[in-house]
């Protein structure tokens, strides 16, 4: 992945447009908002993409634009957190694909917002085996293809994984999202001996359709909403942001215009943490 700068080798090098000519993106929850939005950025940039994803129309769509812009894309129908079907997965891409230099381990779910009292262990299982678990199991099946290379690896947390209000009936999501965090750091300092860097990111508000399947409480409802994403909540913003501008970001993680970063968090929330 390290490509000279110097004069002599400007010939060689992708233009900037082009700068992940030839290589393999792996993305998780590919078919919707942040993870649809980057596979598409990943794609226009010049990799290959193996979208992974539970069995959706909106996946198929992916599939046929990025195949639209002359790349190779193929779908792998999969829950992140089955081990089993993950491990296949994954080697089914790397062996269609011929290599993995880029893992976006995006997938997540809001799962159940309810008061801790009324939180069922299932609906807690669940979150934490998606939004964590699955992560685990992205990564963990994928350093394998990564190590002779290097490569970069992006994982979406949220600012929910460490913000001091996380909002009302969030505890589970909330402690998926921080354990992300501390696994994209403990993975960064193991896998720096390959050549891989591992960054997270942490998005504030996005608009994209994780809202759909959330179930919650109608406590949670009256309580949450007007706290946590009040109108006009992120100063940057007049409401949320764009699954675009969160792709963009990861664009940058993902090439080696940040060759030097790894083991960061990076907030792209337009300061709502800060409010
Ligand atoms: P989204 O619902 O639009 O997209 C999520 C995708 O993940 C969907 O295509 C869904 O089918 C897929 N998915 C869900 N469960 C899966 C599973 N078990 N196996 C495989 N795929 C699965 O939501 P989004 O907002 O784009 O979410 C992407 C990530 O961004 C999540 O990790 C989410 O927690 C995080 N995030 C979102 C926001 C936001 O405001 N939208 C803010 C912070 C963090």
Redesign the pocket.
Known sequence: MNQKLDDKDQGSTPTEELILAGMTALV??A?????RASALKLARAGANVCL???I?E?TADVEEEIRGMGRQAEFYD????DPVRMERAIRAAADRFGRLDIVFA????NGTLAPIEDLTPEAWDDTLA??LK?TFLTVKNAVPYMKAKGGSIVV?S??NGNRKFSGFGMSAYSSSKAGQVAFAKMAALELARYRIRVNVIC????E???G?NTKSSKEVDKIRIPVVYPEGSQPLEHG?GR?EQVADLVWFLASDRSSHITGTEIYIDGAETLL
């Open positions: 998780t929850g078919g919707s908002g942040i993870g992974l994803d539970l959706d909106r999969v829950d992140v957190s995006n997938a997540g779910i998606i939004n699955g979406t949220s600012i998005p504030g508000g996005i994209t359709n994780i759909e949320q699954p």
